[in-house]
């Protein structure tokens, strides 16, 4: 059975930064494009960026908004993708998911409530 | 990259069909056929139910069903039934970054 476990978040101050992870079990998170994707508070769904398998070269792409601030990364030994967040603005304030379409079905964690509040 | 458009609304009566729009442009849904539906309920996290615009993941049931003609995208559900009440998202691949519609909340009445 394939599980995501978001953590990390919480209530942060405008310009601090933030680390989020999503522990996956079940399967190898080289083998799988990893998403993460943030929902504000009764807003939709906002795609920030991802992580390709390695057999796709292992780039990683991100939304214009989190550009230059977020970094995603993947620890291969823990099978674990990070969420790097640095200068951190109120409108990142949200729960963040992360996901992936892995042999055609789509796993998503339970999320993690980011803050960014003064 | 704008976001996809799709209705904010939808409803019909069990046992009705429905069908959720959503239109891209010539870089997104109108390039790959890689839209994704997405079904989320109150306070849960989002639930794949239709990926490369038509295909369903096992346990989906053949009540969704996904199409595309042109930069519109549309999921239809068949025979409503009162738990297919929740919001739907799109989603489109568009070559390094991956753009999700804004969501249609579907009320079965």
């Known amino acids: 059975e394939v599980q995501l476990v978001e953590s990390g978040g919480g209530l942060v101050k405008p310009g601090e930064s933030l680390r989020l992870s999503c522990a996956v079990s079940?399967?190898?998170?080289?083998?799988?494009?990893m998403n993460w994707v943030r929902q504000a508070p009764g807003k939709g769904l906002e795609w920030v960026g991802r992580i390709k398998s390695k057999a796709s070269g292992g780039t990683v792409d991100y939304a214009a908004p989190v550009k230059g601030r977020f970094i995603i990364s993947r620890d291969d030994s823990e099978n674990t993708v990070h969420l790097q967040m640095n200068s951190l603005k109120s409108d990142d304030s949200g729960v963040y998911y992360c996901?992936?379409?892995?042999?055609?079905?789509?796993?998503w964690g339970q999320g993690t409530l980011v803050t960014v509040s003064s | 990259q704008s976001a996809l458009t799709q209705p904010p609304s939808a409803s019909g009566s069990p046992g009705q069909s429905v069908t959720i729009s959503c239109t891209g442009t010539?870089?997104?849904?109108?390039?790959?056929?890689?839209v994704s539906w997405y079904q989320q309920h109150p306070g849960k996290a989002p639930k794949l139910m239709i990926y490369e615009v038509t295909k369903r993941p096992s346990g989906v049931p053949d009540r969704f069903s996904g199409s595309k003609s042109g930069i519109t995208a549309s999921l239809t559900v068949s025979g409503l039934q009162a738990e297919d009440e929740a919001d739907y998202y799109c989603a489109s691949y568009a070559g390094s970054i991956t753009v999700f519609g804004g969501g249609t909340k579907l009320t079965v009445l």
């Open positions: 079940g399967l190898t998170v080289s083998n799988a494009w």
């Open positions: 996901s992936t379409d892995y042999l055609n079905d789509g796993y």
């Open positions: 010539s870089s997104d849904v109108g390039r790959y056929n890689y």
